[in-house]
Every structure is written in C-alpha cells, then in structure tokens.
C-alpha cells in the first residue's frame, strides 16, 4: 500500500487491539504492545510514524518514561486513546505524552466507540484531534474505513476531556437505570450531565461547541445507554446493592470514571466550579451516601437559572 504506516499500538487491552485491527485491516504495518512483552524490540525494529497509546489512565506516565529511552524519528506522531485524569497533576494523556515528548506532534483520539461493538464491524465514528493539522489527517487516514468513520477537529483539549468527563455522568446514568427512575429522570441527568461538562471545559481551555459533537455528547450518548459501557455497569450495579470493590473485580477492564471523578473533585475545588451530578457520584463511590440520598440530593438543591450565561439581551 502506497500509503501504508508503521503504527505501534501499546495496550492490547480492548481498546488497543480494536484500534489494532483497524489500522490493519487498512494495509498499515501494525504491531501491538502489552506489557508482558519487552519494548524495545518493537519499538527499535520497526522505525514507527505512529505510536498509539491505549493504556488505562493508571500506567500511561510509566509507559511514556520508558518510550522516552529509545530513539525515535522525530516526525513520529503520538496518538492518545486513554480517557482519564492523572490524579493530584490532574494531567490530561495528551499533556503527558506532549511533555514527555515536546518536539512531536501529539493527536487525541476519541469518540462514541464502544469498543465490543466496532470488533463486531459495526458502524462506528471517532474525532482525531491535534494543534497540528497534517499530523490529525495522517491519522485519519490510518484509521478511517467503511465502518470506522474519522473526523478531524482542532481542539485536542475539548475532545480529550469530553471522552473523559463523560464516564462519570455514565456511572450516574447507570445508577439512574439500576433505580428505574425513568426516561424523563436520564435525559434530565444526561442534559445536566453535559452541562457540567461544558463547565469544566471551558475552564480548562476546551472550545464549548467540540462537547456537541461526537466526542462530547455523542460519547455521552453511547455510554450513559449501553450495558456495554463498563462505567455505566459500575453505576447500574451500585444501585443494585454491590459493593464498588465487589463491582471493579467483575468488570472486564477498565473503568476509569471512578478515578476521574476524585480528580475532578480536586480541579472543582480548585477552581470552584459547581459540579454537583459528579459531586454525588463522588460521595456514593466513596460510600458516604446511598444512590437514593444522591437522588434527593441533587433534586433538592435550591432552584436556579436553567443557563449560567443566557445573553443578556434574552434575558428578562
Ligand atoms: N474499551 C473501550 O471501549 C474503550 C473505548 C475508547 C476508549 N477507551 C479507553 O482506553 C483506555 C484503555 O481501555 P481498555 O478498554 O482497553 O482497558 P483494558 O483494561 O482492557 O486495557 C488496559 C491496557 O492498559 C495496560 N496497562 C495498564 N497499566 C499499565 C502499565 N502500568 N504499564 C503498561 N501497561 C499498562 C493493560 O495491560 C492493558 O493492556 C481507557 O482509558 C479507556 O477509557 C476504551
Ligand atoms: O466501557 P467504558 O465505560 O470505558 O466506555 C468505553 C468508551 O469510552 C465508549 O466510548
């Protein structure tokens, strides 16, 4: 293939080696990493353009220092699947890979991708997002087939924070189901849910108008209503009685809104930023109130504006 990259994809988790087999089936030259095996082979015989990363939140720093050892061409692009918060940095994947390699162009990938459903060919779309435009469309290419459709965008920050963000209000969704409380109670929940991620968002220097798109409430979409998304189980078993720990060790793979949210009570705190949907998602992980008092909770609150900031001219 005239085209055809070197792509190595480190985790062969679900995620990486979904990604694997599409970069593949596209006549890319792709070689998958898991931790089991050493690096340096992989990463020294095969000259890679593109290096995937779809390590849980947990080993991606780890992962970074060891690439950092090997010499590699300085046209290689990063690419970035996880959807996660470094807790007490509050680092995003992306701010870890660019800081590790500064002089590379880093790409945010990320989007409604339950990843059971694309392994069974499924019809599925993503974002690749970067600064650098040539670098977002060579991945495009690589991943881009007629069931996998690539969109790029320039805002690596808001992509990366709507796949990340999301998990929390899915284990909300999740709860909100295990209740049965109800299509109205979801969508309220899935609207406010959004609506505090929009918040964060643009405190943290994400564009509003990426979080309605697929990386944003498309993601949100898919996982607040799938039994597939594992954070959605994490929620909808709560609300069921399990125990977290009891509900982590039956989950296959990762669920990473369970960390995110302790991170991003941190960054709430920090810059107060009124949270409240992650802020009781926060305290029922943490076993200090039960999904029912979450509930109360939250539609107990003092009533307020739907908008934080409707324009004034529209405003009574
Ligand atoms: N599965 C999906 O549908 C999906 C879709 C989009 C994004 N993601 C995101 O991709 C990431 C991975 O998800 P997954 O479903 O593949 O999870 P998984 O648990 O199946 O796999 C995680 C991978 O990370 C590796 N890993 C963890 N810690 C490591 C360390 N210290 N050193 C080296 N390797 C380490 C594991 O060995 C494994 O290969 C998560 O951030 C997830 O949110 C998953
Ligand atoms: O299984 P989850 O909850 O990690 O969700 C997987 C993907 O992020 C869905 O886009």
Redo the contacts with the bound molecule.
């Keep these: 293939m005239p085209n055809s990259k070197s792509v190595v994809i480190?985790?062969?988790?679900?995620?990486?080696?979904?990604l694997a087999k599409l970069a593949a089936i596209n006549g890319n030259q792709v070689h998958l990493w898991?931790?089991q095996e050493p690096l340096e082979k992989i990463l020294e015989n095969n000259n890679p353009q593109i290096i995937l990363s779809?390590?849980?939140?947990?080993?991606v720093r780890?992962?970074a220092s060891i690439v950092q050892s090997f010499p590699l061409a300085p046209q290689t692009i990063f690419v970035t699947?996880?959807?996660?918060l470094e807790p007490h940095t509050t680092y995003t994947?992306s701010q870890i890979w660019q800081a590790a390699f500064p002089n590379h162009p880093v790409v945010v990938l990320?989007g409604p991708?339950?990843?059971?459903e694309?392994a069974q060919d499924l019809p599925s779309a993503t974002v690749v997002a970067s600064k650098n435009a040539n670098a977002a469309q060579s991945v495009q290419l690589v991943f881009s087939s007629h069931r996998f459709r690539v969109y790029t965008n320039p805002d690596p920050v808001g992509v990366e924070l709507g796949?990340t963000l999301k998990?929390v209000i899915a284990i909300a969704a999740g709860i909100c189901d295990g209740l049965h409380l109800g299509t109205n109670a979801k969508a309220a929940l899935v609207t406010r849910g959004l609506t505090e991620m929009v918040r964060i968002g643009k405190n943290l220097g994400a564009i509003t108008e990426t979080f309605y798109g697929l990386s944003g409430l498309g993601d949100l979409l898919a996982t607040c209503n799938s039994p597939?998304?594992?954070n959605y189980q994490v929620g909808y078993q709560l609300a069921n009685g399990k125990m977290l720990e009891e509900v982590l060790a039956s989950l296959?793979?990762?669920a990473?809104g369970v960390n995110t949210c302790r991170v991003l009570m941190e960054i709430a705190k920090q810059r107060s930023i009124p949270i409240p949907i992650t802020e009781q998602v926060y305290q029922l992980l943490a076993g200090q109130v039960t999904p029912r008092v979450a509930l109360d909770k939250l539609m107990l609150r003092n009533i307020k504006p739907e908008f934080d900031d409707f324009p004034r001219e529209q405003m009574w």
């Design positions: 480190l985790g062969a988790g679900a995620w990486g080696t979904t898991s931790r779809a390590i849980s939140m947990k080993g780890d992962v699947a996880t959807k996660g994947p990320s991708n339950l990843s059971q694309i796949g998990n597939l998304s594992r296959p793979g990762t990473e």
